[in-house]
């Protein structure tokens, strides 16, 4: 036992403590697993609860559009189509959630296969008009079939994840870790478990070089928007079991949009920076609703933070506290805390 014990503390003091940036991933995260025992309005649990969803939700946008450079503007289908997908699974059917929420993000995954497969014939911004029209053409269809769907009211009575509101609080909190862990993993340049991600990086700074070099890019492509539609889904049908409804709104074009402001806010191509964008905006928008004033300047707020932000720091928040923390070897490619004056792995001068 002590011996697990020492190659745990072993490897945190490696790969967590000697990096800033990952050490303060690790404070964030023990914080909100932390969070319920001192909320004591259950308010705050349900938008920290909404905006662990909505984590998900961004990161999975910033894995097509971040990673491989294919900017869709209609990323509320995935999320919509899993909520509705939920809805007549749990209202007209009777399954539990547990079964609901990967069958979810299932049928988001083959959306994704449907709508990526010709969209992915065009490129830059015919690919993202046409990518804003697939939620739209969803909605029309939704409000023709309102005695099945819903219509403009949605579906409500949607069993809840929990009974108790820190059960389903915790049930969220674990799925974004492992989704936005398995997020990371596939979109990683140098990960060693899923080599995927350098490809995607290649396909994002010169796909014609990539397809001369051999790569098949319209599969990876399409790899690509299943795995940011699976992501998208999860979050849908977490989001409709929250809320216990599923209605229109989940196929707004605003809820696209935010997807995109919550990434660029925090940084793209990182997956973290998607989740402290909404981890930032998101609560902020919400506690401003409190108070009267708040619901007519929030989003005005909301935007002069997006406009310092892209002024000041134009690759997003977490790229610049990252590079103000730490500093990569030019040998050996480790992040080094920026104080250091040689590698902590080489030796190598770290400030030349």
């Not at 990096?19 to 932390?34: D, H, K, N």
């Not at 929250?242 to 935010?258: H, K, M, N, V, W």
């Not at 933070?305 to 030019?330: A, H, N």
Request: hydrophobic share 55%; with cysteine.
């Amino acid at each position: 036992m002590s011996g697990y014990l020492f190659w745990l503390y072993k490897w945190l003091q490696g790969e967590i403590f000697t990096i800033p940036g990952r050490l303060l991933a690790a404070v964030f995260i023990v914080v909100l697993f932390m969070f319920p025992l001192f909320a004591k309005n259950p308010y705050f649990l349900d938008i920290l609860t909404l905006t662990a969803i909505f984590a998900i939700y961004a990161a999975s946008w910033d894995v097509l559009a971040g990673f491989t450079g294919q900017i869709n503007l209609g990323h509320a289908l995935f999320f919509g189509v899993a909520a509705y997908t939920v809805a007549f699974l749990n209202k007209y059917l009777g399954l539990l959630p547990w079964a609901t929420i990967p069958l979810g993000g299932i049928i988001s995954v083959l959306v994704g296969f449907i709508v990526g497969f010709p969209a992915l014939r065009l490129r830059g911004i015919y690919l993202s008009l046409v990518t804003l029209g697939f939620p739209i053409i969803l909605t029309g269809i939704i409000l023709i079939f309102a005695d099945f769907t819903g219509g403009e009211l949605g579906l409500s009575g949607i069993g809840y994840l929990s009974s108790a509101n820190i059960m389903n609080y915790y049930i969220v909190f674990f799925v974004m870790l492992i989704s936005l862990f398995l997020m990371y993993k596939f979109t990683h340049a140098e990960s060693k478990i899923i080599r995927v991600g350098v490809i995607l990086h290649a396909i994002r700074e010169d796909e014609i070089t990539a397809r001369s070099s051999g790569i098949n890019t319209t599969r990876y492509k399409l790899l690509a928007f299943g795995v940011s539609g699976f992501f998208a889904g999860i979050s849908g049908s977490l989001y409709t079991h929250s809320i216990r409804i599923a209605g229109p709104s989940t196929l707004e074009l605003f809820l696209s949009f935010q997807a995109i402001l919550w990434t660029i806010f925090g940084g793209m191509r990182t997956i973290y920076g998607s989740v402290v964008g909404v981890f930032i905006l998101y609560p902020l928008t919400e506690f401003l609703r409190i108070y009267e004033v708040g619901e007519h300047v929030r989003f005005i707020i909301m935007a002069l933070l997006l406009i310092i932000v892209l002024l000041f720091m134009p690759e997003g928040l977490t790229i610049w506290i990252r590079d103000k923390i730490e500093v990569k070897c030019q040998r050996c490619k480790l992040p080094n805390i920026r104080i250091r004056k040689s590698c902590r792995a080489c030796g190598a001068f770290l400030h030349l």
